[in-house]
């Protein structure tokens, strides 16, 4: 199939034609999570989009490595290179061994992920894994002159860098501006420059995750495993960066500048991010008591929830919002969605038991290219389902013999429900549970909405009245609007 995919590329701030360096592969790194906590809203979006993109990079025919990394050392409380490991304190305020909670919780994250029907990456490397390796990358660093080291911890030297490449190309700022913004905080005046960011950091005596180095016994910075985990298991160039906006600045501009400086040229073609999420219009944040783990949403134990809410309705919620713009949780926004959720499943079960006829009254080809023109347009997945539902209506309108499909344009229909929702949109009908019932009703409500179309149309009113007002008794309001007839649980 001819690739028409576009992606928005955060570092040419331009939509671009997607072109691998070494088709039919494709290498694709993500930032994954660092574990140390339970997976949550901003995991969840992240872990969706970049579903999407697998998927559908499988579906057009390449061969992709999705190398999603694991962060289990190195990542600090403060973007400064200040204060303590994450994992370290976890483990111990819990009393337990840092990769007990490194364990616990990338089986947590697992588990959700699956939940949430995201294929497993490729390969999953885990920074504490690759200690030689981000070693060696230091040692290059040095050797090409853009690192220094004092008192055991190696600093990358920004200013030296921008001299020769510049610094700030994916985020747009500018070294001289990050001069006179930053100010010398207490600790860190063994670095050069504020902005400098370690490589490598001296372990104090009671710093418990350390490994031995030529510069004393330390660990690795953050920004250094995804440097090297990406280069070794994609190549020195790859083809796509993702992660999510919050990790542009400092973590990707870092990234970018350390595979450089070891390597002399730049490893990533294209970068993508997608945005976040909000909950009722605030950020979420653990001192804001806003905080939704994706166990609490699933379950619908937590003080905001009305309700619990199905993995497929989130995942859908998700997708229903284009991947780079916000994304604004609420009860109101998730019920929404699982009725249009239920309202697509419905309708493909309709789509099964058609009956066709000797035409059709809809374009099928023109939908089917309206889908592939919405995904390969940086990955449009509102427009998707927008074009989806058109369809759901024809579907609905057929099986109340409004209108009609051949035996042929039916197969191609289905082929595309299939293709779109289950390989590309990875959704999947959730039977078995309090989303199938709701299924099974929207289908029923829908035979008797139709009867009752039909009923109006034979100019039969004392059968739709009758529909309305038997459905009325049992507490389901009917609205009639201009595209049809809604109904509503009192
Ligand atoms: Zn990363």
Redesign the pocket.
């Given at each position: 199939m001819e690739n028409k995919l576009t992606i928005y590329n955060t570092l040419k701030r331009k939509k671009e034609l997607f072109k691998p360096l070494n088709p039919p592969n494709v290498g694709l790194y993500v930032?994954g999570p660092t574990v140390y906590g339970e997976p949550h809203l901003g995991h969840a979006r992240p872990g969706i989009t970049y579903d999407v993109l697998f998927r559908y990079l499988k579906y057009l025919g390449y061969k992709v490595r999705y190398v999603r990394?694991i962060t289990d050392v190195g990542h600090l409380e403060s973007d400064a290179d200040t204060g303590d490991d994450k994992i370290a304190k976890k483990a111990r305020l819990e009393e337990l061994e840092p990769m007990e909670i490194v364990q616990f919780y990338t089986n947590s994250y697992h588990d959700k992920m699956r939940d949430l029907n995201t294929v497993s990456p490729s390969i999953e490397p885990h920074a504490s894994g690759h200690i030689i390796e981000q070693q060696a990358m230091v040692k290059k660093i040095i050797d090409n002159g853009y690192a220094y080291a004092k008192n055991g911890s190696i600093y990358f030297d920004v200013e030296k860098y921008n001299q020769k490449f510049k610094y700030g190309k994916l985020s747009g700022r500018v070294v001289e501006d990050l001069q006179s913004n930053t100010r010398e905080l207490d600790g860190q005046s063994e670095k050069k420059n504020p902005f400098d960011f370690a490589l490598w950091k001296k372990a104090e005596p009671e710093h418990i995750m350390r490994w031995p180095s030529d510069w004393g016994d330390g660990f690795p910075g953050w920004h250094l495993e995804?440097s090297v985990m990406s280069t070794k298991y994609l190549g020195e160039k790859f083809d796509i960066h993702g992660?999510g906006m919050d990790?542009l600045f400092p973590?990707h501009e870092c990234?970018i500048a350390q595979s450089t400086a070891a390597i002399g040229e730049e490893s990533v073609q294209y970068w993508m991010h997608n945005n976040m999420v909000t909950i009722d219009g605030q950020k979420m944040g653990k001192s804001l008591g806003n905080f939704i783990t994706l166990d609490e949403l699933f379950s619908g134990k937590h003080k905001l929830l009305e309700q619990a809410y199905s993995p497929m309705t989130i995942r859908f919620f998700i997708l229903q919002a284009h991947y780079r713009s916000t994304l604004d949780f609420s009860n109101k926004a998730l019920q929404a969605a699982e009725k249009g959720l239920n309202r697509l499943f419905s309708a493909l079960n309709v789509l099964d038991k058609l009956k066709t006829s000797e035409k059709s009254s809809f374009d099928i080809q023109a939908l089917k290219q309206k889908c592939f023109d919405a995904v390969n347009d940086d990955l449009n997945t509102p427009i998707l389902f927008a074009h989806l539902f058109d369809g759901v209506k024809f579907i609905n309108s057929v099986a109340a013999d409004n209108e009609s499909i051949t035996e042929a344009d039916l197969d191609d229909l289905k082929k595309l429900y299939n293709d779109f929702v289950f390989e590309i949109a990875g959704l999947k009908n959730e039977s078995g549970n309090a989303a199938a019932s709701d299924n099974k009703l929207d289908e029923v409500m829908d035979i008797l909405l139709n009867m009752r179309i039909e009923a109006k149309k034979n100019k039969d009113f004392a059968t739709s009245d009758k529909i309305r007002d038997l459905l009325n008794q049992s507490g389901i309001t009917i609205k009639d609007t201009k595209e049809g007839s809604e109904w509503e649980m009192k």
């Open positions: 930032c990394n995804c992660g990790l973590h990234e």
